[in-house]
Nanobody, 117 residues
Framework: QAQLVESGGGSVQAGDSLTLSCVAS?????WGWWRQAAGKEREFVAA????????HYGFSVEGRFTLSRDDAKNTLYLQMNSLKPEDTAVYYC?????????????WGQGTQVTVSS
């Protein structure tokens, strides 16, 4: 069972960029990011599948966020550009063997991203 540790969150201004990192200590399969804003449900952000073609982004971040992976470091990155106040949330790194069950996968502790106007 993998363990995931996120880092890179912080407070930024709208329009700024930020890159989150997720280090996995075990095996990952489907691997990506979810977020949860205060008082709201968890929202899918982006996920990396078995190949480049399987990369998928949520509607709210498409065109602004980019996933990448460093295989040597077993690290997943989320590059976030053109950040908006509505991107404010706790961002969680997640891995799952079942693409249809992210909620039941392995989650990191989360890292806070705050975007101010």
């Amino acid at each position: 069972q993998a363990q995931l540790v996120e880092s890179g969150g912080g407070s930024v201004q709208a329009g700024d960029s930020l890159t989150l990192s997720c280090v996995a200590s075990g095996q990952t399969y489907y691997w990506g990011w979810w977020r949860q804003a205060a008082g709201k449900e968890r929202e899918f952000v982006a996920a990396l599948g078995r190949n480049v073609a399987s990369t998928h982004y949520g509607f709210s971040v498409e065109g602004r966020f980019t996933l990448s992976r460093d295989d040597a470091k077993n690290t997943l990155y989320l590059q976030m550009n053109s950040l908006k106040p509505e991107d404010t949330a706790v961002y969680y790194c997640v891995t799952t063997r079942d693409n249809h069950n992210w909620q039941g996968g392995t989650w990191g502790q989360g890292t806070q991203v705050t975007v101010s106007s």
